[in-house]
Each structure stands twice: as structure tokens, then as C-alpha cells.
């Protein structure tokens, strides 16, 4: 089966912009996904980063990094990934992952895994990854978005809010699960949730994957027992992965 890897790239974030080119250990963040995804068993040439500014494309030209230059009107990594489809002629039977770019210490494992069970899931439309939740905070935390599944990883609902709550004992965190935001699809499911538009409790909730559930689109859950440890989003993160990378590189 043909998997190939697409890793959106936005040089304008609102919270820290031109993170994707900011240097951990003397290269880029985006590097350091690329180099994950192919720790992961992905070829080189499968593997593609999708941007929408030329300053990305300049600056990886010395990294033997296959880029693709998309519009600068996409409002979500999807739409973005979706184009870089089209572009190079992939045709519907085609699995793509939605490495996240900004996770440059995202687990090759985690990569393994999503794509084993998406490979073995085909009865799946897409494919995500969650971890269990083990603490109160993030399970109360809004910024912690909640996956609740259903029998054989199928998820049923995402959200910000506490959930699963055990009306009996809320304490209880043994179905609780925090969503990973990583995914897999066929061309042909891309395609699908990209005719979409957003609907009202993807606007609601901020989550994009609920347009796919609104609209009857079945996505399955992997649990991976593994520590994720969190993205870019600030400079407070990026100065905490730095010194993580820092120690673990001595």
C-alpha cells in the first residue's frame, strides 16, 4: 500500500510566527519532523511538506526536503494537504498521514502505529491517535481536547469538555483519552471532508474533525500507550523543547 506523508507548514502563526524554521540542535523544527517520519520507516520521497510562503521553501532547499508550495487562502492544514493531492496526482486508494509541523519530538512510534492500524482498518474513513488520560487537570483543561470512543477504536465525539464523566464517581478517568493530532485518509476521504464546509459544532468546539463526524464520516482511534509530548505553540514551548532536546542530545 502506497502511504505518503504530508506536513503543513504555515510560516504565519498568530501565537509565534515563523516557527517552522526555527533552529533546535542547528536545524529547523520542521527538519526534525521530517526526520522523525522517516525514523518511522517513510521514505524520503514520500514524505512532503506543504507551505504557503517561499521563505519555508528557500530555507529547507539545503535539506533535501521534497516541498510544495500551496495557497495562502486554505483556513485548515487539511485543505492544504488536500491541494498537495491534487498536485501530485495521487490517485483515491492512496493513504496520506497529517504529520503536524510543529511537533519536532512527536514519537516514530506514534507514526508506526497510525499508519499499522489505518492499513488494518480500511473500514475507516480516517484514522486518528489518542493516549490515555491519567490526570485531572488536563482532564478539566479546555486546551485538552477529549476523544470518546466506541467499541473497536471507533471515535464517537471529540471535545474540550470533560468527557466521559462517570456520573458515579468523577474521579474515574479509566475511559478518559486525549486526542493526538495526527491523521491518516485515503485520497478519497480527503477529498470528501474537503467539500465541506465548516459546520456548527466544528465552529463551536474549534475542532475541525467534527465536521467529518456532522457529516457521517467514520474515523477510528488508535490508543497509543506512549508519552507524546506537546507541539510548538509558543516560545515558552519552543524554549522548553529546546532544553529537552538539548539534554537528551548530550
Same mark, same amino acid.
Given at each position: =500500500?502506497? %502511504? ?9 502563526? #498568530?501565537?509565534? !510566527?515563523?516557527?517552522? $524554521? /526555527? =533552529? ?15 525514523? @518511522? ?18 530555507? *529547507? ?7 510544495? /508550495?500551496?495557497?495562502? +487562502?486554505?483556513? #485548515? ?7 498537495? @493531492? @491534487? ?7 492512496? %493513504?496520506?498521514? &497529517? ?19 489505518? $492499513?488494518?482498518? !480500511? ?6 491517535? %489518542? ?29 474540550? #469538555? ?8 468523577? &474521579?474515574? $478517568? +479509566? ?13 478519497? @476521504? ?6 465541506? #464546509?465548516?459546520?456548527? *459544532? ?7 474533525? /467534527? ?5 457521517? =464520516? ?6 497509543? &500507550?506512549?508519552?507524546? !509530548? ?14 529537552? =532536546?538539548?539534554?537528551?542530545? &548530550?
Amino acid at each position: =500500500m502506497d %502511504v505518503k506523508v504530508v506536513i503543513p507548514a504555515r510560516y504565519g502563526s #498568530s501565537r509565534l !510566527p515563523g516557527k517552522p $524554521l /526555527l =533552529m533546535l540542535l542547528g536545524k529547523p523544527v520542521i527538519w526534525h519532523v521530517v526526520e522523525r517520519c522517516k525514523e @518511522a520507516g517513510i521514505d524520503r520521497d514520500n514524505i512532503f511538506v506543504a507551505t504557503d510562503d517561499q521563505r519555508i521553501i528557500e530555507a *529547507l532547499k539545503d535539506y533535501d526536503i521534497n516541498v510544495v /508550495l500551496t495557497s495562502l +487562502s486554505h483556513q #485548515s492544514g487539511t485543505d492544504r494537504i488536500n491541494e498537495v @493531492a @491534487a498536485i501530485e496526482s495521487w490517485s483515491d486508494e492512496v %493513504v496520506v498521514l &497529517n504529520v503536524q509541523g510543529d511537533e519536532p519530538m512527536i514519537p516514530f512510534s506514534l507514526i508506526q502505529n497510525i499508519t499499522a492500524f489505518t $492499513l488494518a482498518n !480500511p473500514h475507516y474513513q480516517i484514522t486518528t491517535a %489518542v493516549v490515555p488520560l491519567t490526570n485531572q487537570d488536563d482532564f478539566t483543561n479546555s486546551n485538552v481536547v477529549k476523544a470518546i470512543l466506541g467499541n473497536h477504536g471507533r471515535a464517537i465525539y471529540f471535545t474540550r #469538555s470533560p468527557a466521559p464523566m462517570n456520573r458515579d464517581n468523577p &474521579n474515574d $478517568l +479509566s475511559l478518559a483519552k486525549r486526542h493526538i493530532g495526527i491523521y491518516a485518509y485515503r485520497v478519497s @476521504a480527503l477529498k470528501q471532508f474537503c467539500s465541506y #464546509s465548516e459546520d456548527e *459544532l466544528e465552529h463551536y468546539e474549534k475542532l475541525e474533525q /467534527l465536521r467529518a463526524l456532522s457529516h457521517g =464520516m467514520t474515523i477510528g482511534a488508535t490508543v497509543f &500507550n506512549g508519552i507524546v !509530548p506537546h507541539g510548538i505553540d509558543t516560545i515558552d514551548d519552543f524554549n522548553n523543547i529546546k532544553k529537552i =532536546m538539548k539534554e537528551n542530545n &548530550n
